[in-house]
């Protein structure tokens, strides 16, 4: 290196370079120059007296406005020096920790190790505390809806007896008021004969809450009622849930009354629910809001009495519920209370299974390996804090070497190699990035590789697109249209149609599980084995029998198949058709046909096709089912895969069979190829820009003219 000339002046001493001291070895402000000589010191002072004079004057009388002002201006100067203040104490703190590369690498392992414990401890109590608040939440009301289950078999039961003895009213619903108590002590019953009857009111039990009803409410279901209704309470304007049931008695002319149970949910209802899942209510007083369509609004009650949050303790049931004024709906919320190791032991209780080691139930034995295992994960934190400190000291004189090799790269010198001889992480980087810059060229024959196979699932999958029907189909009368639209280069979905003889179409839709090769495969196979067996089979039951006694002999035990097999006679005018395991047929009668109007899901019993376990074979012989259509002018059926069902958008909502019901309702009137691409639309618009996750198969078939019956 060519040393550069001494531009000192001749015959002055030479003063040695002196390197710039480090951060925090400088000459710093004290507090007094930081307070007395600078702005935001002084700003301070001048604010902090302002507000100190502001207090006294404030205790000795009412502050003028000016003072007010004063006062204001001092709050916002206070705010500005303390922010002054913070972010001099947060640069200097970042100056003295963050000058050494090794400090930052320290403070690095310790953000990564700690941080990540917090944010993890965190989630686990938050999603802890949402299931135990769900689990509360479901068995109080699981536990409620038995009671409400009990008291209309209550109902049911009293009024089947009277229906029995018209004459001994009082008797059964004593018997049967006597038997319930047992069980819930507040409940009560009342035999309401219909206008016009000779049978007398009558009524068993305590009515606490209000007097007996005279007459069962208009708004009431003429198969009777179950629910929880909203009564006047014993406050003005308050509302006070109750469990009623109505059954409606039948006698030989006719109708001749009701028996309603009543129920009132009270604190004594609450403790036996208490008992019974372990999570406690107390009884809620609603007000009668103005709007009849209003929530109801607790006014008093709540979850011991009090309405203060605890994690892992409070929760909230939400009721459908019914006034019984009006029978408007309302939405009621009755605040719960519980305890998470009660409710976690009740849970547990339900494993009876007692392990062999520790004694203890299977909830337990849990319990003990999740501790188990959050300490191991603590160790593992530890451990990896340790690892970071030591490994700090030997990163940062490796750095540059890997620095300059990326350099090398990226310029495109691929013959660079860092000589890095360490035994550690870092050498071992080295070695990997000496590896990837040896492998350019094999990287460059893999890419190639690739699209030599992207090329031959094109070829496959044009392969496989020519096995599926060509052109329009040949049935007179019938406009039949198809689709099929694989989620990658070859699917699993499969349709096709057989001309049958005696003037008979036949049409198979199958999904076979799965994407890609071997789905494919399998759909050739089927279409063989269809095509050969529909010449000899007319009933779609029978050659479903024989595809699946032979499928399964093959399938690979992890695969099945889910198709429809309908066979349509187009001299008789009706359609036959077996359901194995797939989604329902849609079911559009025309204007002509004497079923009732509006799309309907058909959904004949029958299970998968191929299934390779014991006693699979004789229960889906057991199951099928063959139902038959008549088919009119006008009538449309819908056959399809879930790939149209299930197609979701961003949100990962689901289409739905009945948005595509009522698509084929709304549009039945067109031809089947306009009613396809309406359809098509349709999913398009939903899905919007998210990626196809499933082969969407459709096909529509619509009569077009009559097709008359032979006469026998």
Request: hydrophobic letters at 45%; glycine letters at 8%.
């Amino acid at each position: 290196m060519r040393r550069l000339p001494d531009r000192t002046t001749a015959g002055a001493p030479r003063v040695p370079f002196l390197p710039e001291p480090p951060p925090g070895t400088e000459p710093q402000q004290t507090a007094a120059d930081l307070l007395l000589r600078s702005w935001p010191g002084r700003l301070f002072i001048v604010s902090t007296i302002l507000k100190l004079l502001v207090a006294v004057i404030r205790r000795i009388g009412t502050l003028p406005a000016f003072i007010e002002v004063l006062s204001s201006a001092a709050t916002i100067g206070l705010v500005i020096s303390l922010g002054y203040f913070t972010w001099r104490l947060f640069m200097l703190m970042k100056r003295r920790l963050l000058w050494r590369v090794r400090r930052k690498l320290i403070l690095s392992y310790i953000f990564i190790g700690v941080v990540p414990v917090l944010l993890i401890i965190g989630f686990v109590l938050v999603s802890a505390n949402v299931v135990s608040m769900n689990i509360a939440a479901y068995l109080f009301k699981d536990g409620f809806d038995g009671i409400v289950a009990d008291m209309e078999l209550a109902a049911q039961s009293a009024a089947t007896q009277i229906a029995e003895q018209p004459t001994a009213v009082g008797e059964m619903l004593n018997r049967t008021q006597s038997a319930i108590s047992q069980r819930y002590p507040g409940v009560a019953l009342a035999f309401v004969p219909v206008e016009g009857s000779a049978l007398p009111a009558e009524i068993a039990g305590r009515w606490e809450h209000e007097a007996p009803p005279t007459a069962i409410p208009y708004w009431t279901p003429a198969d009777g009622f179950r629910g929880t209704t909203a009564v006047a309470g014993d406050e003005p304007g308050e509302l006070q849930l109750v469990i009623r049931s109505i059954a409606r008695i039948r006698g030989p002319k006719g109708l001749i009354g009701a028996v309603l149970a009543d129920l009132p949910v009270n604190d004594r209802l609450f403790d036996a629910l208490k008992e019974s899942t372990g999570v406690k209510a107390v009884t809620p007083r609603f007000s009668a809001p103005e709007k009849t369509e209003s929530p109801l609004q607790v006014v008093s009650g709540g979850a011991d009495g009090n309405s203060s949050f605890s994690l892992f303790r409070n929760s909230l049931a939400f009721f459908d519920t019914t006034d019984w004024r009006n029978g408007r709906p309302r939405d009621a919320t009755i605040a719960l209370t519980y305890d998470v190791v009660e409710l976690w032991d009740r849970l547990s209780r339900a494993q009876s299974q007692r392990v062999q080691l520790t004694g203890s139930s299977l909830g337990q034995a849990i319990l003990f390996v999740l501790a188990a295992v959050a300490i191991l994960f603590l160790i593992i934190q530890g451990v990896a804090v340790l690892m970071g400190l030591a490994l700090a000291r030997s990163i940062t004189s490796s750095i540059h070497e890997l620095f300059m090799g990326t350099e090398r790269v990226r310029q495109g010198d691929f013959t660079h190699r860092i000589n890095i001889n360490t035994k550690d992480q870092l050498g071992e980087l080295a070695g990997s990035f000496n590896q990837m810059t040896g492998s350019i060229e094999g990287l460059l024959l893999t890419a190639a590789e690739k699209k030599r196979m992207e090329e031959e699932l094109r070829i496959a999958r044009q392969i496989q697109m020519s096995l599926l029907p060509r052109g329009p189909v040949d049935a007179p009368g019938l406009g039949v249209t198809a689709l099929c639209v694989p989620a990658r280069e070859v699917g699993g979905d499969y349709y096709d149609f057989f001309h049958l003889s005696d003037d008979r179409l036949g049409m198979l839709i199958a999904d076979v599980a799965g994407k890609g090769t071997s789905a494919a495969l399998y759909m050739a196979e089927l279409k063989g084995l269809v095509l050969a067996l529909s010449q000899s089979h007319d009933s779609p039951r029978s050659l479903l029998m024989e595809v699946n006694r032979i499928i399964s002999e093959n399938l690979d035990s992890r695969s099945f198949i889910t198709m429809t097999y309908a066979v349509i006679d187009r001299k008789r005018g009706f359609m036959t058709y077996c359901r194995a395991g797939h989604t329902p047929l849609i079911f559009l009668p025309g204007p002509s046909s004497p079923a009732p109007r509006g799309a309907q899901i058909l959904t004949p019993d029958g299970m998968v096709v191929g299934l390779r376990i014991p006693g699979a074979s004789e229960k889906f012989d057991e199951l099928l089912e063959e139902w038959r259509i008549d088919l009119n002018v006008g009538d449309v059926v819908v056959l399809y895969t879930d790939g149209i069902s299930e197609a979701m958008n961003a949100d990962s909502d689901l289409f739905g069979e009945a948005r595509l019901s009522e698509i084929v309702e709304e549009h039945g009137h067109l031809d089947s190829a306009e009613l396809r691409e309406r359809i098509l639309r349709e999913i398009e618009a939903f899905v919007g820009d998210a990626d196809q996750h499933d082969d969407m198969t459709m096909i529509l078939l619509k009569v077009e003219e009559a097709l008359v019956p032979v006469l026998a």
